[in-house]
């Protein structure tokens, strides 16, 4: 028994030295196992957190064009590169983002934003277009807006609706300017301009009633029309009206007047062709009765012309005449034979007349 006593005693002692010696290497590659577990899961942990990081910044509506560029690049790269352009190249693509909406704000701003903006670009620093972009913007529209909205209260044209409406906007908030001048200073106009047009139809003649009364019945651009053109063509209207009436040759009067020189001409043409029809007619009837006088009765006016030729003839034989002569007789002859065509077609003409 003390024998095995000694034994255990002995083998304790000689192993106690390899277990002591041991145990820190195999705790210190149970460390290192562990170190290394850790950091290959924070690495992959790490480039899925950038990757939505990146993820979120394309699908935000409010991501500029540069930047949205850019996000998607580094989504095609590495980790390390999703990483650079979380730390540098987003903020840079930023800022050359906000650089073109500071121009954009300043195309369609007032001279106060105009102004803003320059400073801010002639500064060029990060902080300087934030600060533009986020608060000096607004600064300067709303001195923009109380400039504008003065003009319109010292604008002699103004109605009385609209101005007192700029007026209460200006002892307002920026606010209260802004919606004057974006939706309240229209609606207030229309009432002005309908005002207005009741105005002027009171004052105005038949034609600037009659258009002012079709303007009302329309549209708010009719109305607006008719202030600026309207009113004056129809105006221009009613005094050739009140001229043509003074001098007896309105409307009425003119078609009055036309007619009865119509009528004047008329009694003095109609009577003229009737003589003329009538000298003709008692020309055409003293020349038959001259032909008749001068033929046999009961003879035709072809023997009338054969007896002319048949005298002729005996005429001109009896003469002894020249060789010429024959020419002459025959000439004659043609003569009196269209004579007697005429006179009897006078004679027909008196005769259907009848």
Not at 27 to 54: C, L, P, T
Not at 218 to 236: H, L, M, N, Y
Not at 241 to 247: C, F, H, P
């Amino acid at each position: 028994m003390k024998l095995a006593r000694v034994s255990a005693a002995v083998v304790a002692a000689a192993i106690a030295p390899a277990v002591l010696l041991s145990s820190p290497a195999i705790a210190a590659d149970g460390s290192h196992s562990a170190e290394g577990s850790v950091s290959v899961k924070d690495g992959g942990s790490q480039a899925e957190q950038d990757r939505a990081e990146i993820e979120r910044i394309v699908a935000d509506k409010k991501s500029g064009r540069v930047l949205r560029e850019a996000a998607e690049k580094a989504l095609k790269g590495t980790p390390a590169e999703m990483r650079a352009f979380l730390e540098t190249g987003r903020d840079q693509a930023q800022l050359a983002d906000d650089r073109v909406r500071l121009v954009q704000i300043m195309s369609v701003g007032g001279k106060a934003v105009r102004k803003a903006g320059n400073d801010a670009l002639r500064e060029n620093s990060r902080a300087s277009i934030t600060h533009f972009l986020e608060v000096g913007q607004y600064t300067a529209r709303d001195e923009d807006n109380r400039s504008e909205i003065q003009r319109i209260i010292d604008d002699p044209k103004t109605g009385r609706g609209v101005r007192e409406g700029a007026q209460h906007a200006m002892n307002g908030t920026a606010a209260d300017r802004q919606k004057f001048l974006d939706t309240e200073r229209h609606d207030l106009k229309i009432i002005d301009n309908r005002v207005l047009v009741g105005k002027i139809i009171g004052k105005g003649g038949p034609e600037v009633r009659a258009a002012g009364i079709a303007a009302l019945k329309g549209t708010p651009e009719d109305v607006q029309k008719f202030i600026d053109e309207g009113q004056f063509t129809a105006r221009s209207k009613d005094e050739q009206n009140a001229k043509d009436a003074k001098n007896g040759k309105d409307g009425n009067g003119s078609k009055e007047h036309k007619d009865d020189e119509q009528e004047k001409k008329g009694q003095d043409t109609k009577p003229a062709g009737k003589d003329q029809k009538q000298g003709g007619k008692d020309g055409d009837v003293r020349a038959v009765a001259a032909v008749d006088g001068a033929r046999p009765a009961g003879g035709s006016a072809d023997q009338t012309v054969t007896a002319a030729q048949s005298e002729s003839d005996g005429h001109l034989a009896a003469t002894g005449a020249n060789g010429a002569l024959p020419w002459a007789a025959g000439g004659t002859a043609v003569a009196l034979g269209t004579g007697a065509g005429l006179i009897a077609l006078s004679r027909r003409r008196a005769n259907a007349q009848r």
